[in-house]
């Protein structure tokens, strides 16, 4: 079965229908249409009934079901006991509450699609020191109406290559390595190293990415990664040397299930490279809209060490990187592994600990709380002063940056983005619609708000060198400032 949807299509495997879909995915009547099921269609299309039923168990396990006549508020409310670390089941304690939002990667088709919003409250285990999303939502809020690209940019390739000389550097790969990506997109990465390895192999669940990496030449597996998944790897493929993740292992409300998968597909000379936002330079920076839904958990070295642990793995090397606001790349093998460690890991942990102390974490809360303050009061004056605003970057921190503060499109004209498939489109309960770059040239504001602040020289410049001398930009973090 195939249904075509824009320039996309989606097909059924065989073995699973829509019927099942609706079936495993229950959704209140009064909310469901067509273009509600489309982003499952994207994630799930080709997955087997199997995982479908045991990735809505995984994520669904901690929250209670709905029952008929209540609604998915009510559910996400009666959910609220999850205060227990989900890496080594302690108590957590309370670090941010920033209300509620729909998950951010949901841009709406019309002004008036009503969108439930789901609280936004993140926890620390008082034990392990894990920061986690205290609601985790399931795959059918997360995934409902999803639009995030990774979008084309000068930084993301430069990234590719300082880890890509790192990791040949340190002899995580090399010209015989069997590179494994999990969460691999539409094979940007993979594609990048294809040349410096002997074999690559990506596995997503998306349909249609996986469709779009196979037809560049990047076979990709069209399934999640877990226990199962990795027994299948094995036997067709063979032992990956490195397996990476890449910005999505904090995406799964259950890390334990890919490290399931991880332990079982690597040998002892094997490295497992996870590349994720680092909690440090959030709590730091002052990057509290690092926090949106699909970010489950805002991992650090000493709670990914402590995870590790309880796989038989440690940490053996770090990369620090600025992509995204700052970004760590843990690099781990089997304990029982020949890598040496570098010395590396010891000094960053020594430097976490004396930077992640409980006045960090307080400053970081008073200063969320002081960004949206000043932003609030600086974009009231600008309006007063008659002066047009619109964002640029249509990105799930923007979302929660914009909704945390309580702008709107009563503030914000529009919100520029140059991904195709966002244009159009309106941003989550904001309503700001999504504008082109170039309609961006033709009617500049005085201001842009940076929601893309991790592209901010890129997105200077450009702007710049079309001709546009006269918007300022506003940049929220790490305190509020104007260039
Ligand atoms: P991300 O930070 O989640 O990767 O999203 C960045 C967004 O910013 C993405 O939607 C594309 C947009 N963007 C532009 O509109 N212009 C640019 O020059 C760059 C680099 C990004």
Not at 123 to 144: F, H, M, P, S
Not at 175 to 189: A, C, K, P, Q, Y
Not at 190 to 218: E, H, M, Y
Not at 256 to 266: K, P, S, Y
Request: one cysteine or more.
């Amino acid at each position: 079965m195939c249904i075509s949807f824009s320039s996309l299509t989606f097909s059924f495997s065989s073995n699973f229908s829509a019927v099942d879909y609706l079936r495993l995915f229950p959704i209140d009547p009064p909310e469901f249409s067509f273009s509600g099921a489309r982003a499952h269609l994207i994630v799930y299309s080709f997955v087997k009934s199997r995982k479908m039923i045991q990735i809505n168990t995984v994520s669904q396990s901690k929250l209670s079901q709905p029952k008929k006549n209540q609604s998915k508020k009510d559910w996400m409310q009666k959910s609220s006991s999850q205060m227990t670390c989900r890496i080594c089941s302690s108590d957590t304690s309370l670090l941010l509450d920033l209300g509620a939002s729909p998950p951010a990667n949901s841009l709406k088709e019309s002004a008036d699609k009503f969108q439930e919003s789901y609280s936004l409250v993140t926890d620390i285990c008082d034990k392990c020191g894990n920061v986690q999303l205290r609601y985790c939502l399931n795959e059918e809020a997360l995934y409902t109406d999803y639009f995030y690209v990774t979008p084309s940019s000068t930084t993301l390739s430069k990234h590719y290559q300082y880890l890509q000389d790192f990791l040949k550097k340190n002899d995580f790969i090399s010209r015989n390595s069997f590179v494994l990506e999990i969460g691999s997109n539409v094979g940007n990465f993979l594609d990048f190293i294809k040349p410096q390895v002997a074999q690559v192999l990506g596995i997503d669940p998306a349909a249609n990415i996986c469709q779009l990496a196979s037809q560049r030449g990047i076979k990709t597996i069209c399934d999640f990664f877990d226990y199962q998944a990795s027994v299948k790897i094995k036997e067709e493929f063979g032992r990956p040397n490195a397996i990476v993740t890449r910005h999505c292992f904090a995406h799964n409300a259950n890390p334990h299930a890919i490290l399931d998968g991880v332990t079982n597909l690597i040998d002892e000379t094997g490295v497992l490279v996870i590349e994720n936002a680092y909690l440090l330079n959030t709590i730091k920076n002052n990057e509290f809209d690092q926090i949106y839904h699909e970010h489950m958990f805002y991992y650090s070295i000493r709670s990914m060490q402590h995870l590790l642990s309880l796989h038989g793995m440690h940490l053996v090397d770090l990369l620090m990187s600025p992509i995204h606001g700052g970004s760590i790349v843990f690099v781990a093998t089997k304990k029982s592994s020949a890598h040496a460690i570098s010395p590396t890991v010891h000094k960053y942990m020594e430097a976490e600990s004396l930077a992640l102390t409980p006045s960090a974490y307080a400053d970081f809360v008073e200063n969320t709380f002081e960004i949206k303050k000043t932003l609030s009061t600086l974009v009231a004056d600008l309006i007063a002063k008659d002066k047009k605003i619109y964002t640029y970057g249509a990105t799930a921190k923007g979302n929660t940056l914009l909704n945390f503060v309580g702008l709107t499109s009563h503030e914000i004209q529009y919100c520029v983005d140059s991904t195709a498939s966002k244009q159009g489109r309106y941003l989550p309960k904001s309503n700001i619609q999504i504008i082109s770059e170039e309609e961006a040239q033709q009617n500049p504001p005085d201001y842009f708000l940076l929601t893309a602040w991790n592209y901010k020289d890129e997105i200077i410049r450009k702007v710049r060198q079309v001709g546009n001398h006269t918007s300022k930009f506003i940049v929220p973090v790490p305190s509020i400032h104007i260039l």
